[in-house]
């Protein structure tokens, strides 16, 4: 009686265990949004267009790598390391991204500073003509 | 009992723990503390707090994870994503102060372009003035020759008509020779009179004529050194402050005594005409001081144009300190402006 109490008890333990690593596996999943939204943010980099922003270019290839990499990584079951492999692909894509739209800013700032002193020289042109 | 492997296995349980312990960050994470402390330290913090927030919460979970797993791969990745979040923060924090910059350049283009507006429209008005000015003038000038020269030629015509009465007269033997002698005579004066009035009307015309071209160019010469604004009522003679003075004195520069020559050469060409010196300054300063200086000013522009021959009872001077500007006081550019000297000429005769 007190032997199969302790092996029943064993047994128990070993489909426990084995189940918890099982549901652990099964657990592992990529939400959607993690896949998708480097892949969206590269997109978007790319139609911009880094030729012109050296820095950009750099993080945008970075991200494609890391998502290159992700995705072997989800071939070998290996997603916790996949998902922290698409985590340095959106960082990096997000970066390049930034980058980007600090450069369209720069060069609208420089557009109005171009409009104002043209309009200054105008005016001094029409003041020095009166 | 035989504690000695019991011993043995407490001491490799407990020097592994101490390797943990002790086991150095990855450069990646100490890469990633730096990055964040310097953006929490700077413009990061306060033009992007919330990009900053997500990567300090990164940072902690890579802080967590050294402490549980050390020197992992997840404990790197985690570093190296908290180090592109900060920098990214950083860009972000950037473009928000560009777009502020972008924000303020285009107020001043507005303001501006109001200023050049109203500048633009006034001088139209001033051209409009001194076209309508110089188009009455030579209109009255026409008219008024015009009355002469007619007057002129009914005189002559009238004498015409006394000589060929006279004639008519003699030949119908109505008038001794004496007295078509002294009808003669009379028409003869008469007729002296009036071309003595045509030498002086040519001459009247053509010294008007004369006047009006030194003042010409008298004017023209001016106006490369001055900015001159006519009005059916006035012409205002502007002089830069600085042109003239030195900064917060009332002396002349030598070099502006050479301009004011040129000024005081228009004057003398509007014979008769009141001037008044008007002395202006921009709101830097007391006003109390701007408006003595002012003061000081017109008045050594006065002496000095008195010196050059324009009549004392002519001229007057007069400060108006910082209250007349004539652009905005807030940059140097307005301030320059309002620095001046004006000279007004009435443009009604004071004979």
């Keep these: ?130 | 009992m035989n504690i000695r492997p019991l011993l043995v296995r407490s001491s490799l349980v407990f020097c592994a723990f101490g390797l943990v312990a002790c086991a150095t960050a990855p450069a990646e994470l100490v890469e990633a503390r730096k990055a964040y402390e310097e953006a929490a330290a700077g413009e990061t913090a306060t033009y992007a707090p919330a990009e900053l927030k997500t990567a300090e919460q990164t940072l902690q979970l890579a802080e967590s994870s050294f402490d549980d797993e050390g020197d992992s791969y997840q404990t790197r990745a985690l570093a190296y994503t908290t180090e592109r979040r900060v920098q990214a923060a950083s860009v972000i924090a950037d473009t928000y102060k560009l777009r502020q910059d972008k924000a303020a350049l285009e107020k001043e283009y507005f303001v501006y372009s109001e200023e050049a507006r109203d500048a633009a429209m006034k001088q139209l008005a001033s051209t409009k003035n001194q076209l309508a000015e110089s188009q009455r003038y030579a209109e009255s000038t026409a008219a008024e020759l015009k009355k002469q020269q007619d007057a002129l030629e009914a005189q002559e015509k009238d004498l015409a008509d006394k000589q060929a009465k006279l004639e008519a007269a003699r030949k119908a033997g109505e008038l001794t020779e004496a007295q078509l002698r002294e009808q003669n005579e009379a028409i003869k004066q008469q007729q002296d009179e009036l071309n003595k009035k045509n030498e002086e009307l040519a001459a009247e015309r053509k010294a008007r004529e004369e006047a009006e071209k030194r003042l010409a160019d008298a004017m023209n010469r001016l106006s490369e050194i001055a900015k001159i604004d006519t009005s059916a009522k006035e012409t205002i003679i502007t002089l830069g402050g600085e042109v003239v003075f030195k900064t917060g004195e009332s002396a002349l520069r030598p070099s502006a005594r050479e301009k004011l020559n040129q000024v005081a050469d228009v004057l003398l060409e509007n014979k008769g005409k009141s001037i008044q010196v008007v002395g202006h300054t921009d709101s830097q300063g007391k006003r109390d001081f701007n408006q003595k200086l002012s003061e000081d000013r017109a008045n050594t522009v006065r002496t000095y144009l008195i010196e050059r021959g324009v009549a004392s009872d002519r001229i007057t001077a007069l400060g108006k300190g910082q209250d007349s500007p004539v652009a905005s006081n807030d940059n140097a550019t307005g301030r320059t402006e309002n620095r001046r000297v004006e000279i007004i000429i009435q443009n009604d005769n004071k004979s």
Excluded: W
């Design chain 1, 1 to 130: 009686m007190k032997d199969y109490s302790c092996k029943t008890l064993i047994l128990l333990c070993l489909l426990a265990m084995g189940g918890s690593v099982f549901t652990g596996c099964a657990s592992v999943t990529i939400p959607s949004d993690q896949y998708g939204q480097p892949r969206e943010t590269i997109r978007v980099v790319t139609e911009m267009g880094t030729d012109n922003n050296p820095q950009a270019k750099l993080h945008l290839k970075l991200a494609n790598d890391e998502l290159e990499n992700a995705d072997k990584l989800i071939k070998q079951e290996k997603k916790e390391e996949a998902k922290l492999s698409l985590t340095r692909a959106e960082a990096d894509a997000a970066l390049a991204l930034a980058l980007l739209k600090r450069d369209e800013m720069k060069s609208e700032v420089d557009a109005v500073q171009e409009k104002l002193d043209r309009l200054k020289k105008q005016t001094q042109e029409l003041g020095g003509n009166s």
